[in-house]
Structures are given as C-alpha cells and as structure tokens.
T-cell receptor
Framework: AQSVAQPEDQVNVAEGNPLTVKCTYS??????LFWYVQYPNRGLQFLLKYITGDNLVKGSYGFEAEFNKSQTSFHLKKPSALVSDSALYFCAVSVNAGNMLTFGGGTRLMVKP | DTGVSQNPRHKITKRGQNVTFRCDPISEHNRLYWYRQTLGQGPEFLTYFQNEAQLEKSRLLSDRFSAERPKGSFSTLEIQRTEQGDSAMYLC?????????????FGPGTRLTVL
C-alpha cells in the first residue's frame, strides 16, 4: 500500500521569506511524486513532479521540490513567498505513470504581507 | 487544450435519490480518473479508465456507485440511493499516458450535498 504524510496542517510565512511545505511518502518500489495546489472553489492545479533524474525538480510559479530517497521525503520549497501563494497544497504519490494517485491530507499555506 | 470540465458544478439532492455527474476530459487523453474529496481531506481515488475500459476500482466505490466511459471520451459517475455520507466534492482528472507529460489534470469538481 502507498501513503503520504503532510505533517503540518498549516504553514505561516511572511511575504518575501523562503517557504517549505513538508511531505513524506511510503510506497513499494520507485515513487512517482507530485505536488498540486488548490485555490478556493477551484480544482487541483499541477505544480511539479519527480519521476527520475535530478533530485531537485523545478515547477510552476517558482516552486521547486527536493526528492530525498533515504528520508522518503519530497518537500516543496520556494525561495521568496508571495501573498498570492496562499492556498492548500497537496503532495501525492503513485507507483507508475498513469496509475492512481494517493494524496496527503494537505497543508494550508498562509503568506502574510 | 480547454481543460477538464465537469457538470454540474453543484448538486443538492435528497437522501435516497439518484444522481449522475459528467466529466469531459482533455481531448485525446486516454486515461480518466474519479476522486472524492471531503472537507479538510485530500482527494481519495475512486476509479479510473484507460479509454473505455475500467481498469481499477477502489474499495470506496460501493455497489451504489457506477462509472462508465462508453466511447472512451466523456465519463459519467452515478450514485444510486444517495446517503448523507456521500456529500463531498467529486473530482475528475485525465492524463495522456505514454508521453512525458503524463501528469493528471483535474477539473473543477462537482460538489454534492445530500440532505
């Protein structure tokens, strides 16, 4: 069985400061890892994914994520937060391209001016 | 690329009634997925299709739930004899497996409220 943990329900950060949203996973085999963002009353928007290759993955809107196999983590990062980044962020894992996604419980990011 | 669309966006029904939701995937996407999201939780997988074939169903998909993708394009999700516990956001996603851009793209969802 596969699972994802997002240990923080909410992350607060000041605008302009770096942000990190944590994610750890459990899966049999090599993981396919994803980050999605959800704004109020809107569907999930894809941010970035890790399939193979470089452990540092760059995605949309200046976000990046670092894959760490030994720690089974895939933390989302951004060097300088914007107020408009405030939203609900979901980490997800799959065992193969195109298979079902297993999501974490989500982390609400609040960026204050 | 017009995105994944879902109809209706909102549905309010009384307990015991049947409801049907429709999902139109991104054209030429070969896989289509259904997820359910309750308030404060991450989406949970329900089922997915490869073209018109239903490949996998979650244990969450009780016998009151049925999904179809008859021509490998749009899909419908029907819930029979709705219960209050069925109240949730139902999300549809599609992907094009076999290419580099194989991530799932999600629609806006259908919010179901069962009274």
């Amino acid at each position: 069985a596969q699972s994802v943990a997002q240990p923080e329900d909410q992350v607060n950060v000041a605008e302009g400061n770096p942000l990190t949203v944590k994610c750890t996973y459990s899966v049999s085999g090599n993981p396919y890892l994803f980050w999605y963002v959800q704004y109020p009353n809107r569907g999930l928007q894809f941010l970035l994914k890790y399939i193979t290759g470089d452990n540092l993955v760059k995605g949309s809107y200046g976000f990046e994520a670092e894959f760490n196999k030994s720690q089974t983590s895939f933390h989302l990062k951004k060097p300088s937060a914007l107020v408009s980044d405030s939203a609900l962020y979901f980490c997800a894992v799959s065992v193969n391209a195109g298979n079902m996604l297993t999501f974490g419980g989500g982390t609400r990011l609040m960026v204050k001016p | 690329d017009t995105g994944v669309s879902q109809n209706p966006r909102h549905k309010i029904t009384k307990r015991g009634q049947n409801v049907t939701f429709r999902c139109d995937p991104i054209s030429e996407h070969n896989r289509l997925y259904w997820y359910r999201q309750t308030l404060g939780q991450g989406p949970e997988f329900l089922t997915y299709f490869q073209n018109e074939a239903q490949l996998e169903k979650s244990r969450l998909l009780s016998d009151r739930f049925s999904a179809e993708r008859p021509k490998g394009s749009f899909s419908t999700l029907e819930i029979q004899r709705t219960e209050q516990g069925d109240s949730a956001m139902y999300l549809c996603a599609s992907s094009l497996v076999g290419t580099a851009r194989n991530e799932q793209f999600f629609g806006p969802g259908t919010r179901l409220t069962v009274l």
